[in-house]
């Protein structure tokens, strides 16, 4: 069992946990105030973080440890649609850096799978930060106008 190995994996899991419970709060705070197809994008990207947590979980049973619960950051709340896109980039890219440089550590010791799981993750995580990107642009761009196209 390679305990390098196996935390970060377990520290993975948990900023996946932590971006669950953030997106997800987001996606109820946006359907209350009728925001839905924003709303319907997060609670999407959420699960897609669910399922990162997941894999990360199946990989440490696999290698004999122990997955970690718990989320490692507090969702913020009440935050407005410009303030929760910038949480949003803030997340993914703590991610992004955070797995590259697991991925590098899991070959390192020798553990090709887990650097490969960490890599095929990695890219998803760049979408959303694509993705996150792009609608802070539009939201600094536009204004109202693109605010106007998120609701129903
Ligand atoms: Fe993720
Ligand atoms: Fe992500």
Redesign the pocket.
């Known amino acids: 069992m390679n305990q390098k190995v196996i935390d970060a994996l377990n520290a993975a899991r948990m900023r996946e946990l932590g ?1 669950v419970s953030q997106y997800l709060e987001q996606h109820y705070e946006l359907e209350d105030q009728m925001y839905g197809k924003l709303a319907d994008r997060l609670k999407d ?1 959420g699960i ?2 669910m399922k990162h947590a997941e894999a990360f979980a199946e990989r440490i049973l696999f290698l004999g440890g122990v997955p970690a619960s718990k989320p490692d950051v507090v969702a913020q709340k009440g935050q407005s649609i410009a303030q929760m896109l910038q949480t949003d980039i803030g997340l ?1 890219e703590a ?1 992004i850096l955070m797995y590259n440089d697991s991925a590098k550590l899991c070959r390192a010791e020798g553990d090709n799978a887990s650097a490969d799981l960490f890599e095929d993750i990695l890219k ?2 760049e979408g ?1 930060l694509d993705e996150f990107q792009n609608k802070a642009d539009f939201v600094k761009d536009l204004g109202q106008a693109y605010l106007a196209t998120l609701v129903e």
């Open positions: 971006a990207i897609q973080e993914e991610a998803q995580e959303h």
